[in-house]
């Protein structure tokens, strides 16, 4: 007969328990501690008792050795004055261990509180909103098209307040019993809670046809949104991660390569590769992010499996997060000299706080309705080698707002028209990409990275 | 033109009331646990502080910033649903002057454009503790070469009590450290004086497709801010951040959450 598999948590095992324990253990260290410091204390006092001291009189040689002994044995390395030390050191630090893992133990209940309350009102299970509220109920925000939330927000009977940054200053309180991280170990520990330990693995998929984006030319922006948004199509389910390097080939045998990267998705599946309460939730959890330094290793390794060289012109093309890791690799491949990134071409991407090499020309295109795009809360740097497209296309949703097909892709296509001084310089000096004369071929191909 | 954000500080009576009138559940840390008994006396709940509290009571994006320093504590959430953004935000300083008690706290309840999330954010990351003279007027501006390094994460975790128990050189042994490792841990576990840890949360609705999660941690030290952000096996990267970068920082969870939640409503 087969058994159950149990699962159990909390209880005498459980790590309240345990770090009970540990704290039972400093509190006798320091006992300990206290205990061994008295004795060491009354020792010491006897040294300056006065008897002994009337008898050093008598026999002086004699008191020197005792009181060399005595010292020895308090005093010495293996004395119990060192030993009170240690034992002090270890309270002290079994103390700041119990802390830390209390603190991490407390930001793990916040971790599942939270995830509680989302799977709670995910289920509905919000009661209906005030009468007075009217058609502005519970959901409706969100829900009923049209809403003039912007209304709403004027008729707010609150403060205004514009300015970017200011932390609240009116506020204090309203917290309950808190037991935050505040050490470097307890921090640490966090980090490794939600995501598997992975290095960034780069796996080839060969050489993509099967769309029109991948085997032509990109003449244009447009064709640039395309191929992009043709991978980003693409990397979904098991196919995330994946990214492409359209290596252009001209009439004269030149070579240059776009890298398309789209933003990532849910790359790790938390339960099932965590033990402890994660898993008791009941629902699944997708853990997101963690990955930028693992997707531009890989992006490296892509160019250099596709024959880039550390002279062959390199133009960066990301969406979203793609975008940001764009510019982070074109800082780092210039910097050390790995590869030669010329441009570098964002889509929704909150890239305001980044820095760009001088030698870098970057054009950056953000629909001002998009979320994702706005959260750098910073306008982006206006420089000769920094270019910025803003446009207004909402659609009344987040994502579609944020979404390369819907918002940038006829974006895109205006950028191809455009005759503005910028657009026009920047398209000019991207002509090693793009382009539709006559001798010049595409070929694409596509990797996948993962942490692995 | 799109319209500033608006504010209310409400005392903790008078926020819980609010709640309770609206008859909304709230997200934690600010979730106000009675049941809504106490419905009469006050009036019908302005609409637009019933559409504030609607945001964060269903949202599709849910941010939650907690920040533990030597200066005090604070928690916000902030929570966007469609084109509106809303946060709620408490704090207790370390000064001897926070409440007393729950009840005479207080909470600020606010309503933004979703896109000024990004500028949003930014409020719920204190200054980090501000460096000392001697380290201000150092060669390096008191600013350590940590950015980029990477270190073990078991390291990270066990040296501040490793050292305290064995001693460094013992506990630079036990861990495997490099000297130049153990220099960068003792500075960075010395240096540590606080941290920061931002939860990013969306559902999609429909069918459960699961619970989106993602977390970064900060730590707060007196050369600034540094994220620890997961790199390599039993690796993080050590990233020197600002406040201005918490957007930046949570974009990748902030977009995939954005483009689930709406894949899910088409």
Do not use: C
Request: hydrophobic share 45%; charged share 20%; glycine share 10%.
């Amino acid at each position: 007969m087969t058994l159950p598999e149990l699962s159990v948590s909390g209880g005498a095992g459980g790590i309240t328990a345990e770090l009970d324990d540990l704290e039972l253990l400093a509190r006798r260290s320091a006992d300990d501690a206290a205990e061994y410091a008295a004795i060491d204390g009354r020792a010491h006092a006897i040294l300056l008792d006065g008897d002994v001291l009337a008898s050093a009189v008598l026999d002086p040689i004699g008191m020197v050795r005792f009181a060399e002994a005595l010292l020895e044995s308090l005093d010495g390395p293996h004395g119990l004055t060192a030993l009170t030390v240690r034992m002090e050191l270890r309270a002290g630090a079994l103390r700041a261990a119990a802390a830390s893992y209390r603190a991490v133990d407390a930001a793990q209940r916040d971790l599942i509180d939270s995830i509680r309350f989302v799977v709670g009102f995910g289920l509905g299970t919000v009661p209906v909103v005030p009468l007075a509220l009217g058609l502005a109920g519970v959901g409706t925000v969100r829900l009923v098209a049209g809403l003039n939330w912007e209304s709403l927000l004027t008729a707010h009977p609150g403060l205004v307040d514009d300015l970017v940054g200011v932390s609240p200053g009116l506020i204090d309180g309203l917290l309950g019993p808190h037991a935050g991280a505040t050490d470097l170990a307890s921090a640490a520990r966090l980090v490794g809670e939600l995501y598997p330990d992975g290095s960034a693995v780069v796996t080839p998929l060969g050489l993509d046809t099967r769309d029109r984006s991948m085997v032509v030319p990109p003449a244009g922006f447009a064709d640039l949104v395309t191929g992009l948004a043709y991978r980003d199509d693409d990397a979904t389910a098991d196919r995330q991660g994946d990214i492409d390097v359209r290596v252009v080939t001209g009439a004269d045998g030149s070579r240059s390569y776009i890298v398309d990267i789209p933003g990532t998705k849910d790359w790790h599946l938390a339960p099932g590769q965590h033990d402890g309460p994660l898993n008791d939730i009941g629902t699944n959890l997708h853990a997101m992010g963690g990955e930028s330094t693992a997707y531009e290793q890989g992006i490296g390794e892509a160019l250099r499996r596709a024959g880039a060289g550390a002279g062959d012109p390199v133009m960066l093309v990301g969406h979203s997060q793609g975008g940001i890791v764009a510019t982070d690799a074109a800082n780092h491949f210039v910097a050390h000299g790995q590869f030669n990134v010329t441009h570098v071409v964002t889509f929704g991407a909150p890239v305001g706080r980044l820095d760009v090499p001088d030698s870098v020309a970057m054009l950056s295109v953000e629909n001002n309705n998009d979320i994702v795009a706005h959260l750098d809360a910073a306008d982006n740097p206006d420089t000769p080698n920094r270019t910025t497209v803003s446009f207004d296309d909402d659609h009344g949703r987040m994502g579609e707002n944020h979404s390369l097909e819907v918002s940038y892709a006829p974006a895109a296509r205006a950028l191809d028209a455009s005759t503005d001084a910028s657009v026009v310089a920047f398209r000019d000096s991207a002509s090693a990409f793009l382009g539709d004369e006559p001798g010049r071929a595409v070929s694409t191909y596509a990797y996948q990275v993962r942490r692995g | 033109m799109t319209p500033a954000p608006r504010r209310l500080v409400l005392s903790a009576a008078d926020f819980e009331s609010l709640v309770r009138r609206a008859g909304v559940r709230l997200p934690p840390p600010f979730s106000v646990e009675s049941p809504p008994a106490d419905r009469d006396g006050t009036g019908p709940v302005h609409p637009s502080l019933a559409a504030n509290l609607a945001v964060l009571a269903r949202p599709d994006l849910l941010v939650r910033v907690d920040a533990d320093l030597p200066a005090g504590v604070s928690r916000a959430v902030f929570a966007v649903a469609g084109p509106v953004g809303a946060s709620l935000f408490a704090r207790a300083r370390a000064d001897g002057r926070s409440a007393s008690s729950r009840a005479e706290g207080a909470v600020e309840l606010s309503m933004f454009a979703g896109t000024w999330l990004g500028r949003e954010l930014i409020r719920a990351v204190p200054d980090p503790p501000s460096a000392g003279v001697g380290s201000s007027l150092a060669p390096d501006g008191g600013s350590p070469r940590w950015d980029g390094r990477r270190v073990s994460r078991t390291a990270l975790t066990e040296y501040g009590a490793a050292r305290r128990l064995v001693g460094p050189r013992e506990a630079a042994v036990a861990l495997g450290l490099t000297d130049a490792d153990a220099d960068l841990l003792a500075d960075l576990t010395d240096r540590t004086q606080g941290s920061l840890r931002a939860l990013v949360h969306g559902r999609p609705h429909g069918a459960d497709r699961g619970v989106l999660v993602g977390r970064v941690v900060w730590v707060a030290t007196d050369a600034g801010w540094f994220e620890l952000a997961p790199s390599d096996v039993d690796e993080v990267e050590l990233v020197r951040v600002t406040r201005e970068r918490i957007g930046t920082r949570l974009a990748p969870m902030i977009a995939q959450v954005l483009a689930e939640v709406d894949n899910d409503a088409a």
